[in-house]
């Protein structure tokens, strides 16, 4: 009996192959999508190239073989594995620019300032919120920076609204030098720890 009419085949191999084509499908497909709403006009293309390679090489051929519930249930599983996957590797590269809106009721100067501090641009405004006046607070971030200005965020005023949008285009602003920055933002970090 030849190894690729088996039931191991069938029931086991083949439905492993398409689960792992598939991630590796659909993982590059989530990218280029996220890269396409960014506006990344060179990477996007390159990654749809190699997501319809993929598909041509590895799926297509795979696909002919598959038939049964197996083959079915390892196409549907790698095509949600691809998309966690995608998403996954998307948010380490923390590729691209956001916008944060913080909105606080309270004083924000000393968030101002922690902000500022911590080599940020930011624009502060006096508003009429639903209760009475707030401060809004917006700054243009790279997204690796975020997960820093979200600490800063809760670690100054931990009831503050924030809300964090992705930016497509940005002209000009203020965006601290990453090496210089890391040192002054953590240590701005351990003050406020420390109560400086």
């Known amino acids: 009996m030849d190894f690729y009419d088996s039931d191991l085949f069938n029931y086991l191999v083949l439905p492993f192959l398409i689960f792992l084509a598939r991630i590796v499908d659909v993982s590059i497909g989530t990218l280029r999508i996220v890269f396409i709403s960014r506006g990344k006009k060179i990477l996007a293309p390159v990654l749809g190239f190699f997501e319809v390679l993929v598909w041509i090489i590895v799926v297509s051929k795979v696909m002919q073989n598959a038939v049964g519930m197996p083959a079915y ?21 923390a590729i691209g620019v956001v916008v944060i809106r913080i909105i606080t009721a309270q004083d924000a100067m000393d968030l101002r300032k922690a902000l500022a501090d911590a080599g940020f641009g930011i624009t502060a405004i006096d508003a009429e919120g639903a209760k009475g006046k707030v ?18 965020i809760r670690k100054i005023q931990p009831k503050a609204f924030y809300s964090v949008e992705d930016v497509k285009f940005v002209s ?5 030098a990453h090496k210089s920055y890391r040192k002054r933002g953590i240590g701005a970090v351990f003050n406020w720890r420390l109560g400086k």
């Open 172 to 176: 000009e602003g203020i965006f601290p």
């Open 73 to 93: 249930i390892g196409y549907a599983a790698g095509f949600a594995m691809g998309n966690y996957l995608g998403m996954l590797i998307e948010e380490k590269l």
């Open 135 to 152: 401060d809004v607070i917006f700054t243009t971030v790279k997204r690796q920076d975020l997960s820093l200005v979200v600490d800063i």
